[in-house]
C-alpha cells in the first residue's frame, strides 16, 4: 500500500494539488450504459469520458431507495449506522453530527455548490440540502421541480396524465422546460464563471432522469425505436424465489396509464406490450440524460477537474417480473462508478474489485489530497470525519498497466426493509416507514455469490435478529449471474452458506 502512494506521489509530485471535482449523479440508473456493454443503450457522452476514466465494473449501492443511498454516499456511513432506511430522519438530529464529503470540501477551503437532486429533499436532509453544513452557496433547484408528478402527459385520446411513459414536446411543458434542462444550463453557468477562479470547487450536479415518470422530449425516441427493444429472457417469477424477496413496485402501479389496466397485486405480470414501453423509455431518458451531460462535460477542464459520474442505485426494467428498485437484486444494486483523474486516466482503465458508494468520499479525499486519508469508523466511538468504506486509489493505481493488481474488498455488502413477510400495499412493503419495519433483508455479495438472508429486525434498537429467518437467498454469479435460481436448499451448498451467513453477520468490518 505504501509503495503505492509513494507512486502517486511521485506522478503528481508534493506539490499542492487541489484540482476541481465535478460530481455527476444520477437517479436511478442501473449501467445501462454503452462503456458497460449494454447495447440497448446510445450514451455516446459519458462513452466519451469513459475513454479517458475508470470504469468500475462491480459497484452497488448500499440500499436500492434514494435517501438511504445518497445520505450513506455523502457520509461515507451505511444505513445501519445513520439509521436511515425509509425517507424520515436527519441524521445530525438522530444519530451524530456527521460530515458530509461537499462539507469537508468545503472545510478544506473548495466552493461547493449544489445544482439539482443531490441530497434527497425533505426531512432527510432538513429540507435544505443540509445547508448551512454543505454548501458554500445555496443549493439550486430548477423551477419545473414543481411538475415533477404534474398531469402533463399526454394521452392518446388526447387527455393529460400522471403517467409512467411520458415523452413531451419540451416546449409545451410548463415553463416551456424540464428540470434536468435547467440544471445543465446553471451547470454550465458555473463552469464558465468559474473558468479563470484560483479557489478550486466540488460542483455536484443531481440529474433526475432515468427515474420516473419518464418524462423526456420526445425526440429520444427516434435512438430507441420500439423494434429494436427485446424482453429480458427471465422475465417470469423465479418460482425459488421467497415471497418476503419480493418487491410489488408500487410506485409503477400507482400512475395513471399503468393504474388503468388493473394488474394483479402484487404479482403481475405487466404486459409484455408494457414491458416493451418501460424498456424503450427508460433508456430514451438515459440518451436524454446523457446528452445534457455532454453539455456539462463540453465546459469542464478535464486537465484540471476528477469528473464522477454514477448514481444512487439501479433499476430493474422486468428481469424476474420485477421493476423499480425496492429489492437486493442486483438489477436494483449495481451502479456504474466512472472516475476521470486528470494526467492518470487519460485512457479507458476498467477496475474490476468490488465496490461500495461509500467508498466514493475516501477516494476523493486521496485523489485530491484535500486533508489526510480518512480513517475508518470505530466500532463504539462517534467520530465526525471517518469512513465505512474504503480508498479505492490503491486498486485504481493497480489497474494501470504498469503495476501489479492490488486486492481489493473481498465483499460488498447491501440491505433493504420490509414490513411482513409477505408483499403489502399498506404498509407499501417496497418502502416501509422506519415504525412499520419488522424484517431486514441483508446481502453479501463476494466474487462469486451473492447470499441474501431476510430476518427480523427490531426497529427501535436498530438490532437484527438472526434467529427469525423469513427467506434465504443463494445465488452463484459465476454460473447463473442472472441470479434466476435460488440455490439455498441445496444439501451439498450448505457449507458455503454457513460460510457466507457467518460473514453476512460479522458485516462490512471483516470484508476488508
Ligand atoms: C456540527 O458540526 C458543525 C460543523 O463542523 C458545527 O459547526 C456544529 O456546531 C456542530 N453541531 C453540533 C451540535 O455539535
Ligand atoms: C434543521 O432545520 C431546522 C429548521 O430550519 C433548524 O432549526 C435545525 O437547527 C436544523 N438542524 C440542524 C442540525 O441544523
Ligand atoms: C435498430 O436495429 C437495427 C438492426 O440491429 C440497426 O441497424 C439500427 O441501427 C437500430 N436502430 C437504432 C435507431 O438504433
Ligand atoms: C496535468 O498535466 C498538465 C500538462 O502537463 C498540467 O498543465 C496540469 O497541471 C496537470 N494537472 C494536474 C491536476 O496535475
Not at 136 to 147: L, M, V
Not at 303 to 316: A, E, L
Not at 408 to 432: E, M, Y
Request: hydrophobic share 35%; glycine share 4%; proline share 8%.
Amino acid at each position: 500500500m505504501k509503495t503505492i502512494f509513494l507512486l502517486f506521489l511521485c506522478i503528481f509530485g508534493a506539490r499542492a494539488y487541489r484540482p476541481n471535482v465535478l460530481f455527476i449523479i444520477l437517479d436511478d440508473l442501473r449501467p445501462a450504459l454503452q462503456v458497460y456493454g449494454d447495447t440497448t443503450s446510445y450514451s455516446p457522452n459519458i462513452n466519451s469520458l469513459a475513454k479517458k476514466s475508470f470504469v468500475f465494473q462491480q459497484a452497488y449501492a448500499q440500499q436500492a431507495l434514494c435517501a438511504p443511498s445518497r445520505n450513506s454516499l455523502l457520509t461515507s456511513r451505511r444505513p445501519d449506522t445513520l439509521h436511515l432506511y425509509d425517507f424520515y430522519s436527519y441524521w445530525r438530529d438522530a444519530v451524530g453530527n456527521f460530515t458530509t464529503l461537499p462539507q469537508h470540501f468545503k472545510e478544506h477551503g473548495y466552493q461547493t455548490y449544489s445544482i439539482g437532486k443531490v441530497f434527497h429533499p425533505g426531512i432527510s436532509s432538513n429540507f435544505s440540502d443540509d445547508q448551512p453544513y454543505s454548501w458554500t452557496r445555496s443549493p439550486y433547484h430548477p423551477k419545473t421541480e414543481q411538475f415533477k408528478n404534474a398531469k402533463v402527459c399526454t394521452n392518446s385520446d388526447g387527455t393529460l396524465g400522471k403517467n409512467l411513459i411520458c415523452p413531451v414536446v419540451t416546449e409545451f411543458q410548463p415553463l416551456g422546460t424540464l428540470p434536468d434542462i435547467e440544471s445543465t444550463n446553471e451547470a454550465v453557468k458555473f463552469l464558465q464563471a468559474t473558468k479563470t477562479n484560483t479557489q478550486p470547487y466540488f460542483l455536484a450536479v443531481g440529474f433526475h432522469k432515468p427515474h420516473i415518470p419518464f418524462k423526456f422530449p420526445e425526440r429520444y425516441l427516434d435512438y430507441h425505436p420500439l423494434s429494436n427493444i427485446s424482453l429480458p429472457s427471465n422475465r417470469v417469477r423465479p418460482s425459488l424465489l421467497p415471497d418476503v424477496a419480493w418487491n410489488p413496485w408500487i410506485d409503477i402501479r400507482e400512475r395513471d396509464d399503468v393504474k388503468k389496466l388493473n394488474i394483479p397485486f402484487p404479482y403481475g405480470p405487466i404486459p409484455d406490450d408494457l414491458n416493451k414501453r418501460i424498456i424503450q423509455a427508460y433508456y430514451a431518458s438515459v440518451t436524454y440524460v446523457d446528452d445534457l451531460i455532454g453539455k456539462v462535460l463540453q465546459n469542464a477542464d478535464f486537465t484540471n477537474t476528477i469528473v464522477v459520474v454514477t448514481s444512487d442505485h439501479g433499476w430493474s426494467l422486468g428481469q424476474h417480473g420485477e421493476f423499480s428498485k425496492y429489492s437486493n437484486f442486483e438489477e436494483a444494486t449495481r451502479v456504474p462508478l466512472i472516475i476521470h483523474v486528470p494526467n492518470l486516466s487519460e485512457k479507458r482503465i476498467n477496475v474490476d474489485s468490488l465496490t461500495e458508494l461509500v467508498d466514493i468520499f475516501p477516494t476523493l479525499v486521496d485523489l485530491t489530497r484535500v486533508s489526510e486519508p480518512l480513517l475508518r469508523c470505530p466500532k463504539s466511538a462517534i467520530l465526525n470525519v471517518c469512513t465505512e468504506g474504503k480508498s479505492l486509489l490503491p486498486v485504481m493505481l493497480g489497474s494501470l498497466e504498469m503495476h501489479k493488481k492490488v486486492q481489493g474488498k473481498s465483499a460488498i455488502f447491501t440491505q433493504h426493509p420490509r414490513p411482513g413477510a409477505r408483499p403489502t400495499l399498506n404498509p407499501n412493503s417496497d418502502k416501509p416507514h422506519l415504525r412499520d419495519i419488522q424484517i431486514m433483508g441483508y446481502s453479501i455479495k463476494t466474487n462469486v455469490y451473492r447470499y441474501s438472508e431476510w430476518v427480523g429486525f427490531d426497529n427501535e434498537n436498530f438490532r437484527a435478529n438472526w434467529t427469525k429467518i423469513y427467506g434465504r437467498e443463494l445465488y452463484n454469479h459465476q454460473i447463473d449471474p442472472q441470479e434466476n435460481l435460488n440455490l439455498e436448499d441445496r444439501a451439498d451448498l450448505q457449507p458455503i452458506i454457513k460460510k457466507l451467513r457467518k460473514r453476512l453477520i460479522l458485516g462490512w468490518r471483516k470484508s476488508y
